[in-house]
């Protein structure tokens, strides 16, 4: 497929071309970047938050680094990891999860950095994330005219997409920790309440017909402070409400189920929609 040219998107040109892999001569076929929304991409999704939780506070326990300079080496590490997925041709679930992974420990990092070391409120972090996200979607439905996840095929797309992402952990962080400040009410049943706003999310949708771009955003964020509530109670001294097994024993455990389900994906490529099954894993 290399001396394909055009610009057509794999999923609205596969059907019109025989099927993926087949593309007519002189069209270029684009593959989505993202994987398909299954039930192993919300099992990795929370995880990776869990990740993004305990992670983050066992780098700034034993790296001695400070919050800040934490910060600056998981940013720089994303940033080497965000190159590489944006110069892939298609959705690679190794590259794509370690983005994730990494964009879960900065966007926690940037929440934790302006309440612990600018003393910002959480409700008024809460409120800027929220804002920042709002005008993320603006902008990018004005300049594509979809939200779909389903066509991220373009750099430009790809872009908005991963700060899209960026925020919704980051606001996730906040929110979450915003609710466990004012309500208290403890980590396994922050995680039961989150884990009951995202089930009436999809009662809406699936029910109500809640429109489903706005039905997945509002899930995404809300995963990250379910998988905040999950990290802490697990890896938190149980005289603070936790299990005490340790953000180090966390953090490894949690890794490799998201290593496990990664590789898994990569053989079987379940989380891929049909016609991009058939697309070549190299480059």
């Given at each position: ?6 610009e ?7 059907a019109?071309y ?8 002189g069209?270029?076929?684009r593959?989505?970047?993202v ?6 991409f ?20 034993k790296?001695?680094?400070?919050l ?39 966007g ?15 409700t008024?972090?809460t409120?800027?994330f ?10 990018w439905?004005r ?19 991963w ?5 919704t ?6 929110a ?8 208290a009410l ?19 949708h699936?029910?109500f ?10 899930a ?31 953090s490894v ?10 590789v898994?994906l990569?053989?079987?490529r ?14």
């Amino acid at each position: 497929m290399t001396s394909e040219t055009s610009e057509t998107s794999a999923s609205e040109t596969s059907a019109a071309y025989g099927g993926a892999g087949t593309g007519a001569p002189g069209h270029r076929l684009r593959w989505n970047k993202v994987p398909e929304v299954t039930a192993y991409f919300w099992i990795i999704k929370v995880l990776c938050t869990t990740v993004g939780e305990t992670a983050a506070d066992l780098l700034n326990e034993k790296l001695g680094l400070g919050l800040t300079g934490v910060s600056l080496l998981m940013s720089a590490l994303l940033a080497v990891v965000l190159v590489v997925q944006f110069r892939t041709k298609a959705y690679r679930p190794g590259v794509y999860w370690s983005a994730v992974a990494l964009i879960s420990v900065v966007g926690t990092l940037i929440s934790d950095n302006l309440t612990d070391n600018l003393g910002v409120p959480l409700t008024t972090s809460t409120t800027v994330f929220a804002v920042a996200l709002a005008v993320v979607f603006v902008a990018w439905y004005r300049s594509e005219r979809t939200l779909s996840i389903h066509s991220i095929d373009t750099p430009r797309r790809e872009s908005f997409y991963w700060l899209a992402v960026l925020f919704t952990f980051a606001l996730g962080t906040a929110a979450g920790d915003l609710v466990a400040e004012r309500m208290a009410l403890g980590y396994w049943v922050s995680a039961v309440l989150f884990g009951l706003a995202i089930a009436a999310v999809a009662l809406v949708h699936f029910a109500f017909g809640l429109n489903a771009v706005w039905s997945f955003w509002i899930a995404y964020v809300l995963t990250r402070p379910l998988g905040a509530s999950m990290g802490d109670y697990l890896s938190q001294p149980t005289a603070d409400g936790g299990l005490g097994l340790g953000t180090v024993i966390t953090s490894v455990l949690f890794l490799a189920v998201i290593l496990g389900l990664v590789v898994f994906l990569s053989v079987t490529r379940k989380d891929v929609a049909g016609p991009d099954r058939l697309t070549p894993q190299g480059g």
